[in-house]
């Protein structure tokens, strides 16, 4: 099931070329994108943290800027703070891009062929 999951993800992430991806984000329309671009062209807001992180961890990294990165996403800060806590899989980046990471298991050479 495992295996599974990670396998749709992978696919998510080819079929969107990479993209971030957020649940609730039509990243099929163009105009969303356009949005993002121009969230990114128009702000002087640099963000810079010390480390990927998630969680509550990275709500307080954020900071002040939890808003303005909520934003760029679509969301409030309230829904990116419900996001972070809930979901162990949503990360932060450095730049204060949001990115899915899951943990591989490891092989224990128990696995079929």
Known sequence: MFYLRLCVSVMVLLLCGGCRFVPGVDMGSNDSFQHERSLNESSSEVIELPEES???????????????VAARYGKSAAELRALLLRDRT?????????FYKEKVPEDTGNSRR
């Open 54 to 68: 998630q969680g509550q961890h990275a709500i307080d990294l954020l900071g002040n800027r939890l808003a303005f």
């Open 90 to 98: 949503l990360w932060v980046d450095r730049r204060g891009n949001l």
